[in-house]
T-cell receptor
Framework: AQTVTQSQPEMSVQEAETVTLSCTYD???????LFWYKQPPSRQMILVIR??????QNATENRFSVNFQKAAKSFSLKISDSQLGDAAMYFC???????????FGQGTRLTINP | DAGVIQSPRHEVTEMGQEVTLRCKPI?????LFWYRQTMMRGLELLIY????????DSGMPEDRFSAKMPNASFSTLKIQPSEPRDSAVYFC?????????????FGPGTRLTVL
């Protein structure tokens, strides 16, 4: 079974600085999808960014980008120009090709210091 | 678009009582998912449906849990009898289904407390 590990339970960053959240996963599959979800205090799960494993190019969404290292099974999230509204729990998730089930990591709580 | 709707938002009940959580997926979505979030176990998939049919219920913890989807616009997750260890936030999510790269849209969750 696939597993997702987020080794940083908590992270903090100064406003306007850059922060990187780590995620590693374990799988024997070659085709799959990776996601980062944000969960603010409102509890709502919000998709931040996603990556297809067969694409070598790293996904980017405005201030959010990923560093996808397939061989290392690593999928880190970089947030540039951090804003107070970025404070939240961030979850890394894995989905197999042809499957619907999302497997989540334990999450990283991100604090933004003004 | 109203998004995924869950009710109630908060539920407090006593051990042994029956609890029913409700979900209305986004109109036009064919797949529906029930997740549970706890501090100890994180976010875990309980069950999901495609076109109202349960596809994978391997995450359902035990027979006390049951889920139904009588039509495309409504699903329930029932716990009977409830126990304190069932206390958690329960999320419902939906997507169109079948797409390779689809986002799952989450509801706001139901926070369940079993005393």
């Amino acid at each position: 079974a696939q597993t997702v590990t987020q080794s940083q339970p908590e992270m903090s960053v100064q406003e306007a600085e850059t922060v990187t959240l780590s995620c590693t996963y374990d799988t024997s599959e070659s085709d799959y999808y990776l996601f980062w979800y944000k969960q603010p205090p409102s509890r709502q799960m919000i998709l931040v960014i996603r990556q297809e494993a067969y694409k070598q190019q790293n996904a980017t969404e405005n201030r959010f980008s990923v560093n996808f290292q397939k061989a290392a099974k690593s999928f880190s999230l970089k947030i540039s120009d951090s804003q107070l509204g970025d404070a939240a729990m961030y979850f890394c998730a894995y989905r197999s090709e042809g499957a619907q089930k999302l497997v989540f990591g334990q999450g990283t709580r991100l604090t933004i210091n003004p | 678009d109203a998004g995924v709707i869950q009710s109630p938002r908060h539920e407090v009940t006593e051990m042994g009582q029956e609890v029913t959580l409700r979900c209305k997926p986004i109109s036009g979505h064919n797949s529906l998912f029930w997740y549970r979030q706890t501090m100890m176990r994180g976010l875990e998939l309980l069950i999901y449906f495609n076109n109202n049919v349960p596809i994978d219920d391997s995450g359902m913890p035990e027979d006390r849990f049951s889920a139904k989807m009588p039509n495309a616009s409504f699903s329930t997750l029932k716990i009977q009898p409830s126990e304190p260890r069932d206390s958690a936030v329960y999320f419902c999510a939906s997507n169109v289904g079948g797409g390779r790269f689809e986002e799952q849209f989450f509801g706001p969750g139901t926070r369940l407390t079993v005393l």
